[in-house]
Protein backbone atom coordinates (compact mmCIF):
# COMPACT_ATOMS: atom_id res chain seq x y z
CA UNK A 1 0.00 0.00 0.00
CA UNK A 2 2.72 2.82 0.91
CA UNK A 3 4.37 1.90 -2.59
CA UNK A 4 1.04 2.52 -4.37
CA UNK A 5 0.55 5.69 -2.11
CA UNK A 6 3.75 7.35 -3.01
CA UNK A 7 4.28 6.52 -6.60
CA UNK A 8 0.10 7.55 -7.89
CA UNK A 9 -1.00 10.05 -5.03
CA UNK A 10 1.66 11.79 -3.50
CA UNK A 11 2.64 13.70 -7.29
CA UNK A 12 -0.99 14.57 -7.61
CA UNK A 13 -2.21 14.93 -4.38
CA UNK A 14 0.07 15.35 -1.25
CA UNK A 15 3.26 17.42 -3.49
CA UNK A 16 1.49 20.79 -3.88
CA UNK A 17 0.65 21.17 -0.24
CA UNK A 18 3.86 19.88 0.80
CA UNK A 19 5.57 22.45 -0.75
CA UNK A 20 3.45 24.78 0.76
CA UNK A 21 3.70 23.99 4.27
CA UNK A 22 7.36 23.30 3.87
CA UNK A 23 7.47 27.24 3.29
CA UNK A 24 5.85 27.88 5.97
CA UNK A 25 8.11 26.02 7.99
CA UNK A 26 11.01 27.12 6.60
CA UNK A 27 10.05 30.97 7.27
CA UNK A 28 10.00 29.71 11.35
CA UNK A 29 13.56 29.51 10.96
CA UNK A 30 13.05 26.16 13.49
CA UNK A 31 16.18 24.40 14.71
CA UNK A 32 14.28 21.31 15.68
CA UNK A 33 11.61 19.77 13.94
CA UNK A 34 9.36 17.18 14.34
CA UNK A 35 6.87 15.97 11.91
CA UNK A 36 4.02 13.99 12.56
CA UNK A 37 1.99 11.16 10.27
CA UNK A 38 5.00 11.71 8.21
CA UNK A 39 3.99 8.45 5.81
CA UNK A 40 6.59 8.32 2.58
CA UNK A 41 8.78 11.34 3.28
CA UNK A 42 7.31 13.82 0.42
CA UNK A 43 7.17 16.67 2.94
CA UNK A 44 9.90 15.50 5.06
CA UNK A 45 12.19 15.63 1.51
CA UNK A 46 11.26 19.36 1.64
CA UNK A 47 11.93 20.26 4.97
CA UNK A 48 15.02 19.02 4.83
CA UNK A 49 15.49 20.96 1.41
CA UNK A 50 14.10 24.15 2.35
CA UNK A 51 14.66 24.30 6.12
CA UNK A 52 17.65 26.52 6.96
CA UNK A 53 20.71 24.41 8.40
CA UNK A 54 21.37 23.57 11.04
CA UNK A 55 17.97 22.32 11.41
CA UNK A 56 16.93 18.44 12.66
CA UNK A 57 14.08 17.12 11.31
CA UNK A 58 12.60 14.03 13.27
CA UNK A 59 10.20 12.27 11.29
CA UNK A 60 7.53 10.15 12.45
CA UNK A 61 4.67 7.81 11.57
CA UNK A 62 2.33 5.12 13.48
CA UNK A 63 3.14 2.74 10.51
CA UNK A 64 6.04 0.57 10.10
CA UNK A 65 5.98 0.09 6.43
CA UNK A 66 5.57 4.02 5.76
CA UNK A 67 8.35 4.88 8.35
CA UNK A 68 10.26 1.59 6.06
CA UNK A 69 9.34 3.71 2.97
CA UNK A 70 10.04 6.95 4.26
CA UNK A 71 13.50 7.02 5.82
CA UNK A 72 14.49 5.52 2.61
CA UNK A 73 13.42 8.01 0.45
CA UNK A 74 14.42 10.84 3.04
CA UNK A 75 17.34 9.25 4.99
CA UNK A 76 18.10 12.73 6.13
CA UNK A 77 15.82 13.01 8.48
CA UNK A 78 16.04 10.94 11.92
CA UNK A 79 12.60 8.51 11.11
CA UNK A 80 10.67 6.53 14.19
CA UNK A 81 7.62 4.69 14.36
CA UNK A 82 5.23 7.07 17.20
CA UNK A 83 1.99 7.47 18.42
CA UNK A 84 1.00 10.94 17.67
CA UNK A 85 -1.10 10.77 21.14
CA UNK A 86 2.05 9.35 23.01
CA UNK A 87 5.09 10.65 21.40
CA UNK A 88 8.29 9.57 22.70
CA UNK A 89 10.11 12.65 23.12
CA UNK A 90 10.93 14.77 26.29
CA UNK A 91 9.26 17.74 27.39
CA UNK A 92 10.32 20.83 25.43
CA UNK A 93 12.27 19.06 22.63
CA UNK A 94 11.19 20.88 19.29
CA UNK A 95 10.56 24.32 18.42
CA UNK A 96 8.74 23.43 15.28
CA UNK A 97 5.84 20.49 15.34
CA UNK A 98 4.09 19.34 11.72
CA UNK A 99 1.94 17.74 10.21
CA UNK A 100 0.62 17.44 6.58
CA UNK A 101 -3.19 16.08 6.42
CA UNK A 102 -2.46 13.66 9.15
CA UNK A 103 -4.41 15.05 12.13
CA UNK A 104 -7.66 13.50 10.77
CA UNK A 105 -6.68 9.93 11.55
CA UNK A 106 -5.63 10.55 15.76
CA UNK A 107 -8.51 9.71 17.62
CA UNK A 108 -8.32 11.55 20.26
CA UNK A 109 -7.42 15.05 18.85
CA UNK A 110 -7.40 16.85 21.75
CA UNK A 111 -5.17 14.65 23.22
CA UNK A 112 -2.40 14.39 20.00
CA UNK A 113 -2.43 18.24 20.34
CA UNK A 114 -1.43 18.19 24.31
CA UNK A 115 1.42 16.27 23.07
CA UNK A 116 2.43 18.36 20.47
CA UNK A 117 2.23 20.93 23.20
CA UNK A 118 4.36 19.25 25.43
CA UNK A 119 7.05 18.53 23.09
CA UNK A 120 7.38 22.29 21.76
CA UNK A 121 9.46 24.74 23.56
CA UNK A 122 8.20 27.64 25.11
CA UNK A 123 7.27 29.58 22.06
CA UNK A 124 7.47 26.90 19.86
CA UNK A 125 4.90 26.57 16.93
CA UNK A 126 2.20 23.68 15.58
CA UNK A 127 2.07 24.09 11.52
CA UNK A 128 -0.98 21.18 9.61
CA UNK A 129 -2.97 21.24 7.76
CA UNK A 130 -6.55 18.92 6.99
CA UNK A 131 -8.88 18.70 4.05
CA UNK A 132 -11.75 20.61 3.33
CA UNK A 133 -15.03 19.56 2.36
CA UNK A 134 -15.03 16.39 -0.30
CA UNK A 135 -17.12 18.55 -2.78
CA UNK A 136 -14.09 21.05 -2.53
CA UNK A 137 -11.78 18.35 -3.57
CA UNK A 138 -11.96 17.22 -7.41
CA UNK A 139 -10.87 13.98 -7.77
CA UNK A 140 -11.92 12.85 -3.91
CA UNK A 141 -15.21 13.63 -4.97
CA UNK A 142 -15.57 12.03 -8.39
CA UNK A 143 -13.64 8.66 -6.65
CA UNK A 144 -16.41 9.05 -4.03
CA UNK A 145 -19.24 9.16 -6.92
CA UNK A 146 -17.18 6.09 -8.32
CA UNK A 147 -17.26 4.23 -5.12
CA UNK A 148 -20.94 4.80 -4.46
CA UNK A 149 -22.02 3.92 -8.42
CA UNK A 150 -19.93 0.32 -7.54
CA UNK A 151 -21.80 -0.51 -4.58
CA UNK A 152 -25.45 1.60 -4.17
CA UNK A 153 -26.21 0.59 -1.07
CA UNK A 154 -23.26 0.63 0.88
CA UNK A 155 -20.39 2.03 -0.43
CA UNK A 156 -17.09 3.10 1.33
CA UNK A 157 -17.19 6.25 3.49
CA UNK A 158 -13.65 6.39 4.75
CA UNK A 159 -13.02 9.90 2.08
CA UNK A 160 -16.01 11.79 3.41
CA UNK A 161 -16.07 10.57 7.26
CA UNK A 162 -11.74 10.61 7.59
CA UNK A 163 -9.55 12.65 5.55
CA UNK A 164 -12.19 14.91 4.96
CA UNK A 165 -14.36 14.26 8.34
CA UNK A 166 -12.08 17.68 9.71
CA UNK A 167 -13.27 19.95 7.58
CA UNK A 168 -14.77 22.01 9.87
CA UNK A 169 -11.90 24.68 11.07
CA UNK A 170 -14.23 25.93 13.59
CA UNK A 171 -13.51 22.26 14.95
CA UNK A 172 -9.68 22.39 14.63
CA UNK A 173 -9.69 25.45 16.57
CA UNK A 174 -11.74 24.57 19.49
CA UNK A 175 -9.87 21.37 19.75
CA UNK A 176 -6.14 23.19 19.85
CA UNK A 177 -7.80 25.72 22.34
CA UNK A 178 -8.67 22.63 24.69
CA UNK A 179 -5.10 21.82 24.23
CA UNK A 180 -3.70 25.13 25.20
CA UNK A 181 -3.14 26.37 21.73
CA UNK A 182 -3.76 29.94 20.95
CA UNK A 183 -4.06 30.13 16.82
CA UNK A 184 -2.02 32.00 15.57
CA UNK A 185 -3.14 31.93 11.66
CA UNK A 186 -5.62 30.31 10.08
CA UNK A 187 -6.33 30.12 6.26
CA UNK A 188 -8.10 28.08 3.78
CA UNK A 189 -5.59 26.94 0.72
CA UNK A 190 -7.12 25.77 -2.59
CA UNK A 191 -4.24 24.44 -4.72
CA UNK A 192 -4.11 22.78 -8.42
CA UNK A 193 -3.23 18.72 -8.62
CA UNK A 194 -2.24 17.29 -11.86
CA UNK A 195 -2.77 13.97 -12.89
CA UNK A 196 -1.37 12.66 -15.60
CA UNK A 197 -3.59 10.11 -16.07
CA UNK A 198 -7.41 9.30 -14.26
CA UNK A 199 -6.23 5.76 -14.50
CA UNK A 200 -3.23 5.84 -12.43
CA UNK A 201 -5.02 7.76 -10.03
CA UNK A 202 -7.43 5.74 -9.58
CA UNK A 203 -4.87 2.66 -9.08
CA UNK A 204 -3.70 4.61 -6.03
CA UNK A 205 -7.04 5.35 -4.31
CA UNK A 206 -7.87 1.91 -4.48
CA UNK A 207 -4.72 0.13 -3.93
CA UNK A 208 -3.05 2.66 -1.85
CA UNK A 209 -5.00 3.57 0.84
CA UNK A 210 -7.63 2.16 3.28
CA UNK A 211 -9.85 2.06 0.55
CA UNK A 212 -8.62 -0.62 -0.64
CA UNK A 213 -9.85 -3.12 2.41
CA UNK A 214 -12.98 -1.80 2.31
CA UNK A 215 -13.40 -2.53 -1.69
CA UNK A 216 -12.45 -5.98 -0.50
CA UNK A 217 -14.62 -6.87 2.09
CA UNK A 218 -17.57 -5.86 -0.02
CA UNK A 219 -15.97 -8.41 -2.54
CA UNK A 220 -14.78 -5.78 -4.58
CA UNK A 221 -12.82 -7.43 -8.01
CA UNK A 222 -11.90 -5.45 -11.29
CA UNK A 223 -15.14 -4.39 -11.94
CA UNK A 224 -14.91 -2.36 -9.50
CA UNK A 225 -12.46 -0.28 -10.80
CA UNK A 226 -13.66 -0.34 -14.02
CA UNK A 227 -16.91 1.73 -12.93
CA UNK A 228 -14.96 3.61 -10.52
CA UNK A 229 -12.60 4.25 -13.55
CA UNK A 230 -16.07 5.18 -15.54
CA UNK A 231 -17.15 8.21 -13.32
CA UNK A 232 -13.97 9.38 -12.33
CA UNK A 233 -13.22 9.90 -16.58
CA UNK A 234 -16.90 11.26 -17.00
CA UNK A 235 -16.48 14.02 -14.74
CA UNK A 236 -12.97 14.89 -15.39
CA UNK A 237 -11.83 13.53 -18.89
CA UNK A 238 -9.46 10.54 -19.29
CA UNK A 239 -6.08 12.81 -18.61
CA UNK A 240 -4.10 14.92 -18.61
CA UNK A 241 -6.38 16.71 -15.86
CA UNK A 242 -6.01 19.73 -13.61
CA UNK A 243 -8.24 20.26 -10.77
CA UNK A 244 -8.43 22.28 -7.64
CA UNK A 245 -8.22 20.53 -4.09
CA UNK A 246 -9.12 22.75 -0.97
CA UNK A 247 -7.43 22.29 2.16
CA UNK A 248 -7.05 24.53 5.78
CA UNK A 249 -3.78 25.64 7.09
CA UNK A 250 -3.13 26.34 10.74
CA UNK A 251 -0.34 27.77 12.69
CA UNK A 252 -0.20 27.66 16.49
CA UNK A 253 1.24 28.47 19.86
CA UNK A 254 1.41 28.80 23.49
Known sequence: MPAAYEQYLVPVVFRPFAEDLAARAAALHPRRVLELAAGTGVLTSMLLATTPPPA??????LND????????????????????????????????????????????????????????????????????????????????????????????????????????????????????????????LTLQGRAESIADLVTGYLTGTPVRAAVEGRGGGPAVRET??????????????????AAHVFRATF
Do not use: K
Not at 56 to 61: F, L, N, Q, R
Not at 82 to 90: I, N
Not at 163 to 186: C, I, K, M, N, R
Not at 228 to 242: I, K
Open 228 to 245: VLAEMTARLGPGPVTAPM
Open 56 to 61: EVTATD
Open 65 to 188: AMVALGSARAPGALWRQADAQRLPFPDGAFDLVVCQFGVMFFPDRVAAFGEVRRVLAPGGRFLFNTWGPIGEHAFEAALQAGLERAFPTDPPLFFPTVPHGYADSAAAVADLTAAGFVVEEQRE
